[in-house]
């Protein structure tokens, strides 16, 4: 059996995403490079070409979008000194599954996610952050400004699944490249930049979930929050500027890579992301309230699953492990309950 490596715990409160990269050079290299490696393939000569001008895109809408973790990002690049920067803390290509269980002790959120990018599970990090609002562990990677799954104990946990895609009327290549230039358009947050300032700035779930209702987006999103109170767990489907909202009140509420909501009907639709996102909605909605990772088998686990987490910001609980498909590649990190 291969070794499994374990999952680094860094207390980065009152500093920045840029203390982690220095503390953790080296994954945040192999993070860029594996996502860099993803422009031109199966010719690595085309990614050399590619990431540059891809690279540089994406810094120029981050100006023109004045976003408030620019000036990170750039400290980031300068740092390691290779192109992929400003592209990774832009890429939504991920697919996940996620939900909000009725717990013994509150609401228990669980967390899978699925993005092809090789290495991946082998350089997570736990950085301990803090803002205005409190404390929260951000399960993140070096070099990555933005958040995509984290938990604040006493307030709130949670995390982002890519949205389906928009139909457009132009084929799936075609939807997916005019999808792109719709986001040039917008100088929205990222949704991964708003959840981080939720994650900062707010001090309880009701606030949380009215935020990420109600901002701007780049572009569609799907979030997944629980509180600290039995009734306190949605999924907020989102486009640009519109949000619909399941809850959780009568049982679970899960979600994957497509809308379950009003917002499938609208436009000319949405194509869910893969892998199979009905059939891992369907077998989420059939777990029980195990707080291991018992329940981690296909369809949810899948040959693109990277990260697996489970969540209760009532107990202060984390669990987290990294994979390489259904394939433990990390020891679990347990927090110590209470943080």
């Given at each position: 059996m291969?070794?499994l490596?374990?999952?680094?715990?860094?207390?980065?409160?009152?500093y920045?995403?840029?203390e982690?990269?220095f503390?953790?050079?080296r994954?945040?290299?192999?993070?860029v490079?594996?996502?860099?490696?993803?422009f031109?393939?199966p010719?690595?000569?085309?990614s050399?070409?590619?990431?540059?001008?891809?690279?540089h895109?994406?810094?120029?809408?981050?100006e023109?979008?004045?976003n408030?973790?620019?000036a990170?990002?750039?400290?980031?690049a300068?740092?390691?000194?290779i192109?992929?920067?400003?592209v990774l803390?832009?890429?939504f290509?991920w697919?996940?599954?996620?939900?909000?269980?009725?717990?013994?002790d509150g609401?228990?959120?669980?967390?899978v996610l699925?993005?092809p990018f090789?290495?991946?599970?082998?350089?997570?990090v736990?950085?301990?952050q803090?803002?205005?609002a409190?404390?929260?562990?951000n399960v993140?990677w070096?070099?990555?400004?933005?958040?995509?799954?984290?938990?604040?104990?006493g307030?709130?946990?949670?995390?982002?699944n890519q949205?389906?895609?928009?139909?457009?009327?132009?084929?799936?290549?075609?939807?997916?490249?005019?999808?792109?230039?719709?986001?040039?358009?917008?100088?929205?947050?990222?949704?991964?930049?708003?959840?981080?300032h939720v994650?900062?700035?707010?001090?309880?779930?009701?606030?949380?979930?009215d935020m990420l209702?109600?901002?701007?987006v780049?572009?569609?999103a799907?979030?997944?929050?629980?509180?600290?109170?039995?009734?306190?767990?949605?999924?907020?489907?989102?486009?640009?500027?519109?949000?619909?909202?399941?809850?959780?009140?009568?049982?679970?509420?899960?979600?994957?890579n497509?809308?379950?909501?009003?917002?499938?009907?609208?436009?000319h639709?949405?194509?869910a992301r893969?892998?199979d996102s009905?059939?891992?909605?369907a077998?989420a909605y059939?777990l029980?309230l195990?707080?291991?990772f018992?329940?981690?088998?296909?369809?949810?686990?899948?040959i693109n699953?990277?990260?697996v987490?489970?969540?209760?910001?009532?107990k202060?609980?984390l669990?987290?492990?990294?994979?390489t498909?259904e394939?433990?590649v990390t020891?679990?990190?347990?927090?110590?309950?209470?943080?």
């Amino acid at each position: 059996m291969p070794t499994l490596v374990k999952i680094p715990y860094a207390d980065i409160r009152g500093y920045t995403p840029l203390e982690l990269l220095f503390l953790h050079r080296r994954k945040a290299r192999v993070l860029v490079e594996a996502a860099t490696r993803t422009f031109g393939e199966p010719s690595r000569a085309a990614s050399a070409l590619l990431a540059p001008f891809a690279d540089h895109a994406s810094r120029r809408w981050l100006e023109k979008a004045s976003n408030p973790y620019l000036a990170e990002i750039s400290g980031i690049a300068a740092a390691l000194g290779i192109p992929g920067v400003y592209v990774l803390n832009l890429c939504f290509e991920w697919g996940c599954t996620g939900g909000v269980w009725h717990g013994d002790d509150g609401p228990l959120l669980r967390r899978v996610l699925d993005w092809p990018f090789p290495l991946l599970g082998e350089n997570i990090v736990v950085a301990h952050q803090k803002g205005p609002a409190g404390d929260f562990f951000n399960v993140t990677w070096p070099g990555l400004s933005g958040v995509l799954q984290a938990s604040a104990p006493g307030r709130f946990a949670a995390a982002i699944n890519q949205a389906p895609m928009r139909r457009r009327g132009a084929g799936l290549v075609g939807d997916w490249a005019l999808g792109r230039i719709a986001v040039k358009r917008t100088f929205a947050l990222p949704p991964s930049h708003l959840l981080r300032h939720v994650f900062e700035t707010v001090k309880d779930f009701a606030t949380a979930k009215d935020m990420l209702c109600h901002v701007p987006v780049a572009v569609p999103a799907i979030f997944i929050l629980s509180g600290i109170h039995s009734a306190e767990g949605c999924v907020i489907e989102r486009t640009e500027n519109a949000f619909a909202v399941r809850g959780s009140r009568d049982g679970p509420v899960c979600a994957t890579n497509h809308f379950e909501s009003h917002l499938n009907h609208a436009g000319h639709g949405w194509r869910a992301r893969p892998i199979d996102s009905p059939g891992r909605l369907a077998s989420a909605y059939r777990l029980g309230l195990a707080e291991d990772f018992s329940w981690f088998v296909p369809p949810i686990a899948n040959i693109n699953t990277r990260l697996v987490m489970v969540a209760s910001a009532a107990k202060g609980m984390l669990a987290v492990m990294g994979t390489t498909g259904e394939r433990p590649v990390t020891e679990t990190f347990d927090l110590p309950t209470g943080g």
